[in-house]
């Protein structure tokens, strides 16, 4: 246990300034995944029509993910503090919005800014793995759970104290804003590999991209409608709603924090394949709760499972292309993946209008196990 701990502070340590990036988009889907039945409620629409405008998000993410290699070569050093400010910023507009069309807008604008974030964030670890030859991914995507577990509950007690989604929401900004100030980290440069050859790596950008969709959609599923499953499905207060995102958070990061050390013993595939089994049973658990305690079980179990199975997606397309493709690879990677935490809202919004939140989890659990067969074609890539 203190090896395993030491090899995931030596990993934050080696990638201090990217691991900053990960909490500050924790911090932000914490609070934000703690306010959703608020921000529902105050917008009057079904869980249809919730569930699309969350797809809205989307629209901005696909589009700064794709312009992402070229922003981080303009932007350079400053690249992931100017993304965080512009996303603390963002994050103001959902907590303002008081209608269907205003809150939709505001969510293309955070998925913009998220998107730029996460694909900077991802490639600079990425590329410290390359320069330390070891796994940091996993560590880093563990911060983002802490700040993700952190937020969601002290926002759960701020619902408590009937604190408006605005004046948390700004809270939240001000401390991503200073955050940022420890975020100024130069991009490695790299020159074109001649003998990588010249076809483009697209099936393991493609295969990772599904498998970290796959992750993410479940994550997202959990993330968005957990508060929403124990507080309707299981009349549970707003405190004790608010602990379902936060129990996905905390076991997130757990798990995460554990597979740093142990994807330097087994294959990430092997990792990703196990992990995919326990996130299934850890889904239907949840979906078959009787009480609140029994989701947490089910969330917890859930977020041990499905913690690794997206880091490790990214890892191993940045080691499966040439050095000088990697911010673009991650980028294709993380427009398939990172769409996952806004179709799954969408997609498990219907399947809750018509057939219930139950159903919904049950439906996120059969979801994750289509990562195996994904992952078993990677690996004979």
């Known amino acids: 246990m203190k090896k395993q701990a030491m090899q995931v502070f030596h990993a934050l340590y080696l990638s201090r300034r990217p ?55 303009v932007l ?3 690249g992931l503090q100017i993304a965080s400010v ?22 293309v604008i955070v998925g ?36 993700y577990a952190c937020a969601a509950i002290v926002s759960g007690v701020a619902r408590e ?22 975020l100024y980290m130069p991009p490695r440069e790299v020159a074109k590999d001649a003998s990588a050859g010249g076809r483009y790596p697209l099936k393991p950008i ?5 498998i970290v969709l796959v992750a993410f959609m479940t994550e997202a599923t959990v993330e968005t409608w957990s508060a929403l499953h124990i507080e309707r499905s299981l009349q549970g207060r707003a405190a004790e709603g608010a602990m379902g995102p936060a129990m996905l958070g905390l076991t997130m990061a757990l798990g995460r924090f554990s597979g740093q050390a142990v994807s330097q013993i087994f294959s990430e595939t092997k990792v990703i394949i196990l992990a995919t089994f326990v996130a299934a049973a850890g889904g239907v658990l949840a979906a078959l709760a009787s009480a609140p305690l029994w989701a947490y079980v089910g969330f917890g179990i859930l977020g041990l499972g499905i913690s690794v199975i997206g880091p490790l997606g990214l890892a191993l397309v940045g080691q499966k292309v040439p050095d000088h493709l990697r911010t673009e690879a991650i980028s294709r990677v993380a427009v398939l993946g990172f769409a996952g935490f806004f179709l799954a809202p969408s997609l498990m919004g219907l399947v809750s209008e018509f057939y219930g939140l139950r159903i919904a989890f049950l439906v996120a659990a059969g979801l994750s196990l289509t990562a195996i067969p994904l992952t078993l074609l990677l690996r004979r890539t």
């Open 86 to 107: 512009v996303f603390a910023l963002s994050f103001l507009l959902p907590g303002l919005a008081t209608d269907a069309v205003s809150f939709g807008v505001a969510m």
């Open 19 to 73: 691991a900053i990036a990960f909490v500050i988009v924790g911090l932000f889907w914490g609070c934000f995944a703690a306010y959703v039945p608020q921000i529902k409620a105050r917008l009057d629409v079904s869980d249809a029509t919730f569930g699309l405008l969350l797809l809205c998000n989307a629209l901005g993410l696909v589009s700064s993910m794709m312009l992402a290699p070229r922003l981080d070569r």
């Open 112 to 147: 913009a800014a998220s998107g730029l974030t996460d694909v900077l964030m991802n490639a600079r670890v990425s590329e410290l793995e390359q320069l330390h030859r070891q796994p940091l991914m996993n560590a880093n995507h563990g911060m983002f759970s802490v700040g």
């Open 76 to 78: 350079g050093a400053r």
């Open 161 to 182: 104290a009937q604190i408006a989604p605005g004046p948390a929401f700004a809270a939240v900004a001000a401390i991503i804003l200073i955050l940022s100030v420890f």
């Open 206 to 210: 493609i295969l990772c991209g599904l």
